[in-house]
């Protein structure tokens, strides 16, 4: 299970401070080529306040947001994945959402379109901002799918 909500969330190096959410994807994962624009929605929707924690090499990558139109900065995070395992992450995807006082403040494992949905709305009260909706019945994403 992911990192709880309330627990200190570990620094990322090239992770804005302040509110933000990382989003963790493995590029082989169907789920995670499946939710790539959407979660690329997220980004255009919070400019510079996500950033992808990938469990692959840089190139490979690349090449995944080139196939799947996702414009997230990619973090590498390769084994013994050190990222993860200190956000606990067994599922890809996961969003984790982190407020300005540097705890978790959401958690959405697997693809959950209400979950990133209020993830969205979570990460824009941290903001000040109106919620994006990431994701809406009729945009082809199914409301759940394991990962």
């Not at 570990?10 to 959407?38: D, E, I, N, S």
């Not at 959405?108 to 979570?122: K, L, T």
């Amino acid at each position: 299970m992911a990192i709880a909500v309330g627990s200190p969330a570990p620094p990322v190096r090239g992770v804005p401070a302040g509110p933000h959410a990382l989003v963790f994807y493995k590029v082989t994962c169907p789920t995670c080529q499946m939710a790539a624009p959407a979660l690329d929605r997220f980004e255009r929707a919070y400019p510079g306040r996500i950033a992808a924690v990938g469990q692959d090499p840089a190139g490979e990558l690349a090449e995944f947001a080139a196939a799947y139109a996702m414009s997230i900065s990619a973090i590498p995070d390769q084994p013994p994945y050190p990222i993860s395992d200190a956000y606990g992450i067994a599922t890809v995807p996961t969003v984790v959402v982190v407020g300005v006082d540097g705890t978790v403040a959401d958690v959405v494992e697997a693809w959950d379109r209400q979950g990133v949905n209020r993830a969205s709305a979570v990460l824009a009260g941290l903001l000040g901002t109106d919620p994006a909706a990431i994701s809406e019945p009729g945009d082809g994403l199914p409301e759940f799918r394991p990962g």
